[in-house]
Protein backbone atom coordinates (compact mmCIF):
# COMPACT_ATOMS: atom_id res chain seq x y z
CA UNK A 1 0.00 0.00 0.00
CA UNK A 2 1.27 3.36 -0.75
CA UNK A 3 0.17 6.19 1.33
CA UNK A 4 1.01 9.55 0.04
CA UNK A 5 1.14 12.49 2.24
CA UNK A 6 0.01 15.88 0.41
CA UNK A 7 2.32 19.05 1.53
CA UNK A 8 0.47 22.83 0.82
CA UNK A 9 2.71 25.61 0.49
CA UNK A 10 1.88 26.45 4.02
CA UNK A 11 2.96 23.33 4.97
CA UNK A 12 6.49 24.02 3.87
CA UNK A 13 6.76 27.56 4.65
CA UNK A 14 5.98 26.56 8.26
CA UNK A 15 8.27 24.04 8.29
CA UNK A 16 11.60 26.13 6.95
CA UNK A 17 10.55 28.89 9.03
CA UNK A 18 10.08 26.59 12.01
CA UNK A 19 14.04 24.96 11.24
CA UNK A 20 15.07 28.46 11.53
CA UNK A 21 13.59 29.73 14.57
CA UNK A 22 14.33 26.22 16.10
CA UNK A 23 18.24 26.62 14.97
CA UNK A 24 18.45 30.27 16.41
CA UNK A 25 16.64 28.51 19.63
CA UNK A 26 18.96 25.77 20.05
CA UNK A 27 22.44 28.51 19.79
CA UNK A 28 20.74 30.66 22.25
CA UNK A 29 20.70 27.98 24.55
CA UNK A 30 24.25 27.45 24.70
CA UNK A 31 24.85 31.34 25.49
CA UNK A 32 25.91 32.33 29.14
CA UNK A 33 22.96 34.26 30.69
CA UNK A 34 23.84 36.51 33.57
CA UNK A 35 20.76 36.14 35.61
CA UNK A 36 18.57 33.15 35.66
CA UNK A 37 16.12 33.32 33.23
CA UNK A 38 17.39 35.46 31.03
CA UNK A 39 17.54 34.99 27.22
CA UNK A 40 17.42 37.30 24.64
CA UNK A 41 14.68 35.72 22.79
CA UNK A 42 15.89 35.89 19.13
CA UNK A 43 14.04 32.68 17.99
CA UNK A 44 11.16 35.23 18.37
CA UNK A 45 11.95 37.72 16.07
CA UNK A 46 11.00 34.70 13.52
CA UNK A 47 7.75 34.64 15.07
CA UNK A 48 7.11 38.14 14.63
CA UNK A 49 8.52 38.48 10.97
CA UNK A 50 6.44 35.33 10.42
CA UNK A 51 3.30 36.73 11.64
CA UNK A 52 3.66 40.25 9.83
CA UNK A 53 4.35 38.81 6.80
CA UNK A 54 1.78 35.37 6.50
CA UNK A 55 -0.36 36.20 9.29
CA UNK A 56 -1.33 34.85 12.66
CA UNK A 57 -2.17 30.77 11.82
CA UNK A 58 1.75 30.42 10.30
CA UNK A 59 3.27 32.39 13.02
CA UNK A 60 1.76 30.41 15.91
CA UNK A 61 2.25 26.98 14.20
CA UNK A 62 5.92 28.52 13.90
CA UNK A 63 6.03 29.45 18.14
CA UNK A 64 4.65 26.15 18.97
CA UNK A 65 6.37 23.62 17.03
CA UNK A 66 9.60 25.22 17.88
CA UNK A 67 9.12 25.08 21.46
CA UNK A 68 8.51 21.39 20.75
CA UNK A 69 11.27 20.33 18.20
CA UNK A 70 13.79 22.66 20.28
CA UNK A 71 12.96 20.47 23.54
CA UNK A 72 13.59 17.31 21.51
CA UNK A 73 17.04 18.74 20.37
CA UNK A 74 18.11 20.05 23.53
CA UNK A 75 16.96 17.02 25.52
CA UNK A 76 14.77 18.85 27.72
CA UNK A 77 11.37 17.51 26.30
CA UNK A 78 8.76 17.77 29.56
CA UNK A 79 11.35 19.18 31.70
CA UNK A 80 10.78 22.32 33.84
CA UNK A 81 12.61 24.34 31.45
CA UNK A 82 10.03 23.08 28.36
CA UNK A 83 6.75 23.74 30.48
CA UNK A 84 8.03 27.74 31.28
CA UNK A 85 9.06 27.53 27.13
CA UNK A 86 6.13 25.68 26.45
CA UNK A 87 3.75 28.57 28.85
CA UNK A 88 5.69 31.09 27.60
CA UNK A 89 4.88 30.62 23.83
CA UNK A 90 1.44 29.48 24.34
CA UNK A 91 0.16 32.67 26.46
CA UNK A 92 2.34 35.34 23.78
CA UNK A 93 0.26 33.39 20.85
CA UNK A 94 -2.84 34.23 22.56
CA UNK A 95 -1.84 37.60 22.96
CA UNK A 96 -0.50 38.37 19.82
CA UNK A 97 -3.37 37.11 18.48
CA UNK A 98 -5.31 39.59 20.78
CA UNK A 99 -2.89 41.81 18.86
CA UNK A 100 -3.88 41.30 15.20
CA UNK A 101 -7.75 42.10 16.09
CA UNK A 102 -6.61 46.03 17.03
CA UNK A 103 -8.71 48.01 14.52
CA UNK A 104 -7.36 50.54 12.34
CA UNK A 105 -3.35 49.89 11.35
CA UNK A 106 -2.63 47.78 14.37
CA UNK A 107 0.53 47.23 15.62
CA UNK A 108 3.84 46.62 13.52
CA UNK A 109 6.75 44.05 14.20
CA UNK A 110 7.70 46.05 17.39
CA UNK A 111 4.30 46.17 18.95
CA UNK A 112 4.14 42.67 18.39
CA UNK A 113 7.22 41.90 19.65
CA UNK A 114 6.77 43.41 23.14
CA UNK A 115 3.42 42.00 23.53
CA UNK A 116 5.03 38.48 22.95
CA UNK A 117 8.04 39.36 25.20
CA UNK A 118 5.96 40.73 27.88
CA UNK A 119 3.33 37.65 27.94
CA UNK A 120 6.37 35.43 27.69
CA UNK A 121 7.90 36.52 30.74
CA UNK A 122 4.66 36.76 33.01
CA UNK A 123 3.29 33.53 31.62
CA UNK A 124 6.65 32.04 32.66
CA UNK A 125 6.72 33.28 36.51
CA UNK A 126 3.05 32.53 36.78
CA UNK A 127 4.22 29.07 35.49
CA UNK A 128 7.46 29.00 37.55
CA UNK A 129 5.69 30.19 40.54
CA UNK A 130 2.12 28.02 40.19
CA UNK A 131 4.77 24.28 39.23
CA UNK A 132 7.54 24.73 40.73
CA UNK A 133 8.77 27.63 43.39
CA UNK A 134 5.52 28.58 45.15
CA UNK A 135 7.58 31.21 47.23
CA UNK A 136 6.39 34.72 47.09
CA UNK A 137 10.06 35.67 46.88
CA UNK A 138 10.40 34.49 43.44
CA UNK A 139 8.34 37.73 42.45
CA UNK A 140 11.25 40.28 43.64
CA UNK A 141 13.15 38.80 40.53
CA UNK A 142 10.25 39.77 38.25
CA UNK A 143 10.72 43.67 37.96
CA UNK A 144 14.26 42.71 36.56
CA UNK A 145 13.21 40.27 34.34
CA UNK A 146 10.61 42.29 33.22
CA UNK A 147 12.88 45.37 32.30
CA UNK A 148 14.81 43.42 30.46
CA UNK A 149 11.66 41.95 28.44
CA UNK A 150 10.68 45.30 27.25
CA UNK A 151 14.37 46.42 26.45
CA UNK A 152 14.80 43.03 24.12
CA UNK A 153 11.54 42.65 23.08
CA UNK A 154 11.50 46.35 21.51
CA UNK A 155 15.25 45.34 20.33
CA UNK A 156 13.78 42.19 18.58
CA UNK A 157 10.74 44.15 17.13
CA UNK A 158 13.35 46.86 15.56
CA UNK A 159 15.54 43.24 14.16
CA UNK A 160 12.11 42.03 12.72
CA UNK A 161 11.31 45.08 11.33
CA UNK A 162 14.59 45.31 9.25
CA UNK A 163 14.33 41.52 8.15
CA UNK A 164 10.89 42.50 6.64
CA UNK A 165 12.27 45.52 4.96
CA UNK A 166 15.45 44.12 3.64
CA UNK A 167 14.21 40.28 2.61
CA UNK A 168 11.78 39.39 -0.07
CA UNK A 169 10.08 36.02 0.37
CA UNK A 170 9.61 33.85 -2.86
CA UNK A 171 7.62 31.13 -2.76
CA UNK A 172 9.54 27.71 -3.57
CA UNK A 173 8.01 25.86 -6.84
CA UNK B 1 6.61 52.19 13.69
CA UNK B 2 2.48 52.56 13.90
CA UNK B 3 1.05 54.33 16.49
CA UNK B 4 -0.40 51.58 18.28
CA UNK B 5 3.57 50.32 18.71
CA UNK B 6 4.35 53.77 20.48
CA UNK B 7 1.22 53.80 22.99
CA UNK B 8 2.03 50.41 24.06
CA UNK B 9 6.01 51.03 24.04
CA UNK B 10 5.53 54.56 26.30
CA UNK B 11 2.93 52.55 28.54
CA UNK B 12 5.40 49.75 29.14
CA UNK B 13 8.14 52.30 30.02
CA UNK B 14 5.67 54.20 32.01
CA UNK B 15 4.26 51.12 34.24
CA UNK B 16 7.89 50.02 35.04
CA UNK B 17 8.64 52.16 37.82
CA UNK B 18 4.86 50.94 39.38
CA UNK B 19 6.07 46.78 39.08
CA UNK B 20 9.54 47.90 40.78
CA UNK B 21 6.97 49.56 43.86
CA UNK B 22 4.77 46.91 43.90
CA UNK B 23 6.85 43.80 43.93
CA UNK B 24 9.81 45.30 45.74
CA UNK B 25 7.72 46.98 48.87
CA UNK B 26 10.31 47.21 51.78
CA UNK B 27 10.51 43.99 54.18
CA UNK B 28 9.65 44.33 57.50
CA UNK B 29 11.63 42.53 60.42
CA UNK B 30 10.21 39.16 60.99
CA UNK B 31 9.04 38.16 64.48
CA UNK B 32 8.58 34.12 64.22
CA UNK B 33 10.31 31.50 62.11
CA UNK B 34 8.44 28.63 61.06
CA UNK B 35 10.52 25.36 61.22
CA UNK B 36 9.35 22.96 58.28
CA UNK B 37 10.36 18.92 57.97
CA UNK B 38 9.28 18.65 54.04
CA UNK B 39 5.41 20.01 54.20
CA UNK B 40 4.92 19.10 57.78
CA UNK B 41 5.52 22.01 60.66
CA UNK B 42 8.12 21.19 63.42
CA UNK B 43 8.16 23.94 65.56
CA UNK B 44 6.94 27.73 65.35
CA UNK B 45 9.42 30.09 67.48
CA UNK B 46 9.56 33.71 68.30
CA UNK B 47 12.59 35.34 67.07
CA UNK B 48 13.08 37.95 69.94
CA UNK B 49 14.44 34.95 72.16
CA UNK B 50 18.43 33.75 71.63
CA UNK B 51 18.46 29.67 71.61
CA UNK B 52 19.86 27.04 69.88
CA UNK B 53 17.37 24.20 67.61
CA UNK B 54 18.44 21.00 66.13
CA UNK B 55 16.04 18.92 63.84
CA UNK B 56 16.00 16.04 62.93
CA UNK B 57 15.76 14.99 58.96
CA UNK B 58 16.53 12.20 56.43
CA UNK B 59 20.02 12.23 56.55
CA UNK B 60 20.92 13.73 60.41
CA UNK B 61 20.59 16.62 62.65
CA UNK B 62 20.37 20.40 61.26
CA UNK B 63 21.23 22.65 63.79
CA UNK B 64 19.89 26.25 63.82
CA UNK B 65 20.74 28.90 65.93
CA UNK B 66 18.59 32.36 66.67
CA UNK B 67 20.01 35.46 68.22
CA UNK B 68 19.02 39.01 68.05
CA UNK B 69 15.88 38.61 65.95
CA UNK B 70 17.85 36.42 63.01
CA UNK B 71 18.19 32.78 62.67
CA UNK B 72 20.57 30.63 60.90
CA UNK B 73 21.61 26.71 59.86
CA UNK B 74 24.19 26.36 61.76
CA UNK B 75 25.54 23.01 60.59
CA UNK B 76 23.78 21.02 58.54
CA UNK B 77 24.19 16.98 57.00
CA UNK B 78 24.54 18.19 53.43
CA UNK B 79 27.24 18.35 50.61
CA UNK B 80 26.02 21.91 49.04
CA UNK B 81 25.76 23.47 52.66
CA UNK B 82 23.01 26.06 50.91
CA UNK B 83 21.02 26.71 54.01
CA UNK B 84 24.19 27.69 56.14
CA UNK B 85 25.37 30.01 53.31
CA UNK B 86 22.24 31.29 53.40
CA UNK B 87 23.99 33.06 56.77
CA UNK B 88 21.60 34.98 59.23
CA UNK B 89 17.65 35.52 58.31
CA UNK B 90 15.87 38.06 60.08
CA UNK B 91 12.66 39.88 57.46
CA UNK B 92 9.40 38.23 57.26
CA UNK B 93 9.45 36.31 53.86
CA UNK B 94 13.16 35.51 54.10
CA UNK B 95 13.20 31.49 53.37
CA UNK B 96 16.21 29.17 53.12
CA UNK B 97 16.61 25.42 53.64
CA UNK B 98 18.74 22.44 52.99
CA UNK B 99 16.81 20.22 50.75
CA UNK B 100 19.01 17.04 51.14
CA UNK B 101 17.87 16.66 54.41
CA UNK B 102 14.71 18.62 54.12
CA UNK B 103 14.04 21.55 56.29
CA UNK B 104 13.52 24.69 55.62
CA UNK B 105 12.77 28.08 57.93
CA UNK B 106 10.75 31.06 56.66
CA UNK B 107 10.40 33.57 58.38
CA UNK B 108 7.00 34.99 59.50
CA UNK B 109 5.76 38.74 60.03
CA UNK B 110 3.62 39.90 62.80
CA UNK B 111 0.57 39.36 60.76
CA UNK B 112 -0.42 36.11 58.60
CA UNK B 113 0.33 37.91 55.46
CA UNK B 114 2.71 40.32 54.61
CA UNK B 115 1.10 41.65 52.05
CA UNK B 116 -2.20 40.61 49.55
CA UNK B 117 -2.85 40.46 46.12
CA UNK B 118 -5.82 40.60 44.55
Not at chain 1, 108 to 126: C, E, R
Not at chain 2, 99 to 116: A, F, H, K, T, V
Request: hydrophobic share 45%; with cysteine.
Amino acid sequence: MKITLRSTPEDSRIAWFTALAVTIHVLESSLPSPIPGLKPGLANIITITVLCQFGWRTAAWVSLLRVLVGSLVLGTFLSPTFMLSLSGAVTSVLILWGGTKLPGRGFGPVGYSLLASIAHISAQFTCAYLLFIPHPGLWRLFPVLLTFAVALGMINGIISRSLLTHISYREAE
Amino acid sequence: MTRADIVLLLLAILALPFVYLHYWQPTTAGTTVRIMRGETLVRELALNKDRRISVDGPLGVSRLQIKDGKIRFTDSPCTGKVGIHAGWLSHSGDFTACLPNRISIEIMGSGQYDSMNF
